[in-house]
């Protein structure tokens, strides 16, 4: 009796130092890692600490309300905010002007009358220059077809009495738009005098593919980029994302098969999803990959792992979802997921303790095992 006593003593001394160094004893766990494979979290001097950045918001009734904002009010930046009221086109190398005096067809038409305007008309030198008779060689380059108009007004008042003049631009080939991606025809297409939005580079580009992202339109402008939505456009009509575009603007399109999400952790087969043209909700998002394991799952640990957006005081936002209540699925329905979100769903307590039992099993038998063996040798 005093021997079993003492076996069994022993055997809970082996399993106390074996939860205590589970992790240690577990096969393949003990292996010194390669130098320089892994990284020193000391060394790692640059940034916060990963508990800093991250903001915490329950998927409720008031972070609904809070961060769905109706598309008509979702803003652009303020330096894409232009109006047609400002926009004029000015003039630059490439382009053909339109001069014509009134009267005096020797001077608008000094090529004969069946060419086109842009073939008979006054091409901008590279240098920024063009020539007219009685004019004389005039910069013209940077200036809005008013004040060429003027100019050339001027001058020719020296030798006809009350000229009338009208400038215009015959052909336009200076400044231009690169639309790129997802749709019928990229390639450049020129700035005119009339103000170009994006609905109409998109229409002059032969529409959007079967492919296209169309809530995921990039603006690249002076080395900054801009992502616009087109489906906030069509489907909701909110005007302010059809920006003014500027001479050297770079749209372009992404294909929706980059758009997509990752459905991670206890669920029935974690896989990254394709957001489609329409978007995804946490609750497609779930259930498009099987739902939540059942046995294995934690219903109130759905969390959305989000980067926060430019000039926030954090990193990362993190969104939970108790889904324990079965109303709280309809929230989940109601939150819409962003490009490259990920969806994680934590184990159960109960599952966690026996995965860690799972670990220990192999380690737990092989001293078991030696501990009866030393009983029988003591005996």
């Not at 690169?178 to 994006?198: D, Q, S």
């Not at 169309?214 to 005007?239: A, H």
């Not at 749209?251 to 029935?268: H, Q």
């Not at 394991?293 to 108790?322: T, W």
Request: hydrophobic share 40%; charged share 20%.
């Amino acid at each position: 009796m005093k021997g079993k006593m003492i076996s069994v003593g022993k055997f809970g001394a082996l399993f106390a130092v074996a939860l205590l160094a589970g992790c240690t004893v577990v096969p393949g766990s003990y292996h010194s890692p390669t130098p320089g494979w892994f990284i020193d979290e000391t060394e790692m001097a640059q940034g916060k600490p990963l508990p800093d950045v991250v903001k915490v918001h329950a998927i409720g009734t008031a972070i609904l309300d809070q961060k769905t904002i109706a598309p008509e009010e979702k803003p652009v930046p303020t330096e894409l905010d232009l109006s047609d009221k400002d926009y004029d086109y000015t003039v630059g190398p490439g382009d053909v002007l339109q001069i014509i005096v009134w009267d005096h067809p020797e001077l608008t038409i000094p090529a004969g009358g069946e060419r086109s305007s842009a073939e008979s008309g006054n091409w901008v030198h590279n240098d920024g220059t063009i020539f007219y008779p009685y004019v004389g060689i005039i910069k013209v380059a940077g200036l809005r077809v008013t004040e060429i108009r003027d100019m050339v007004t001027n001058r020719l008042s020296k030798y006809i009495e009350d000229p009338q003049v009208d400038v215009s631009v015959a052909a336009f080939r200076n400044k231009k738009i690169y639309i790129t991606g997802e749709v019928e025809t990229p390639g450049l297409y020129p700035v005119t005098n009339v103000p170009t939005r994006l609905i109409d580079a998109i229409g002059e580009a032969g529409g959007l593919t079967s492919e296209a992202d169309w809530s995921s339109v990039v603006l690249t402008r002076n080395g900054n980029d801009y992502r616009l939505s087109l489906r906030d456009i069509y489907q909701f009509g909110n005007t302010a994302q059809n920006i003014l575009l500027q001479p050297n603007d770079v749209i372009n399109v992404n294909p929706v098969t980059d758009a997509k999400v990752f459905v991670l952790g206890e669920v029935r087969q974690p896989a990254s999803l394709q957001m489609g043209r329409n978007g995804l909700t946490l609750a497609e998002a779930l259930a498009e990959k099987g739902g939540l394991n059942q046995q294995e799952s934690n219903a109130s640990g759905v969390f959305v792992f989000r980067k926060a957006l430019e000039g926030e005081d954090h990193g990362i936002d993190v969104y939970q979802l108790n889904a324990k209540d079965a109303a709280a699925l309809i929230l989940a329905d109601s939150f819409e997921l962003q490009e490259r979100d990920i969806v994680y769903v934590t184990a159960a307590p109960l599952v966690k303790w026996n995965r860690v039992l799972r670990l220990m099993l192999p380690s737990m038998t092989t001293l078991l095992l030696g501990a009866r063996a030393e009983e029988t040798l003591s005996e």
